[in-house]
C-alpha cells in the first residue's frame, strides 16, 4: 500500500500543472524559479572560480604526493592521496550538479542516476579515509614500536582499494534500487526537477537504506575518531612518549573531526535545505541555499590542501 502511495505521488509530479505561485514550490524547485538570469551567472561563476583555485591547490598536492619516493611509500600520505582524490573528484561532480541546476538544465533519470552514484561515491569514502588516518596516528603513538609493521605501504593499499570497492559496491546497490520503479507508467525519463539524490528516491527503501548508512557510517567514524583522539591524551602523560608527536597528532585528529563534522553537514544537506524553504522567503532562501553549497561542499574540500600543505 505505501508503495503504492509513493509510486503515485512520483507520476503526478509528470503531469503537467498549473504555474505555481513560488511561495508554493518545494525547496528543490525553487531553484529554477527563485533568481533571475543574471543571479544565476553571477553565483555559478563565482563559486565555480572558487572550485578552480581548489581543485589548483588539490592538484598540487596531488601532483606531489605521487612525484616524491618517500610520500608514496609512507602510509600516511598514501591515506591523504585517497583523501585528496576523492575530495578533488567530488568538488568536480558536486560543482557540474549545481550549474546544471542553476541553469535550469535538467536530465533523464539514467544520466542522473550517473551522477549521483558518482557524487555518493565520492564522498562516502572521505569518512572512511578519515577514520583510517585517525586509527593511523593513534598506532604512532601509542604503539610505535608496532606502527611500521602494521603500517606497511602494502597493509594501507589494500585497505584502500577495499575501502573504494566497498563504497562503490553500496552505492551501486542504491542505484539499483531505482530500477525497481515502474518506469515504464511515466510518460517520458525526462526528470521534471533538478538532479539530486534525493529526487531518485523513487522508492521508500531507498530513502531507508540511504539514511541508514550514512548514520551508521558518521556514528562508527565518529566514535573512532573520539577514541582515538582519547588515547593519545592518555599516552602524552605518559613520560616514555613524544610530546611532539602526540601534540601533532591531538591537533590533526582535531582536524578529521571537524572534516568528518562538514561531512556530515552535507549528507544532511537537503533536509537543512527543507526546513529552511519553510521559514524563508524564496529570494532569501536561494540566497542563503548557495552560501550554505559553498560551506558544507566547497570549503570542506579545501581543508586537506590548506592545513597539509602548509604544515608538511
Sequence with gaps: MQQRIYTQLVLRQQKPSQEKDPEELSWKDKPLHGLSLAERIVSATMTTSFCLILLFLNGIMLFTLRNKCMFRETSRYILLYNLLLGDTLQLVVSQLMYCLNSFRI?????????????????????????VTMSLERYVAVCHPLRHASI????????AMLGMWIGCFIIVLIQNLLILMFPFEQLESLQMTQPCHYIALFLQPFS????????GLVFFVAGLANISSYAGIVIAARSAATDKVSARKAK?????????????????????????????????TFNQIQIFLFVCFFLLPRSLCSLVYGLRD
Design 106 to 130: 535538467t536530465l533523464t533519470y539514467s544520466v542522473c542516476s550517473v551522477l549521483v552514484l558518482l557524487t555518493n561515491l565520492f564522498s562516502r569514502i572521505s569518512p572512511l579515509v578519515l
Design 251 to 283: 591537533s590533526t585528529l582535531l582536524l578529521h573531526l571537524v572534516q568528518l563534522s562538514l561531512s556530515l553537514l552535507s549528507v544532511i544537506y537537503s533536509n537543512i535545505l527543507i526546513i529552511l524553504s519553510t521559514l524563508l522567503y524564496w529570494v
Design 207 to 214: 530513502e531507508i537504506y540511504h539514511n541508514t548508512y550514512a
Design 151 to 158: 603500517m606497511t605501504r602494502g597493509n594501507t593499499v589494500r
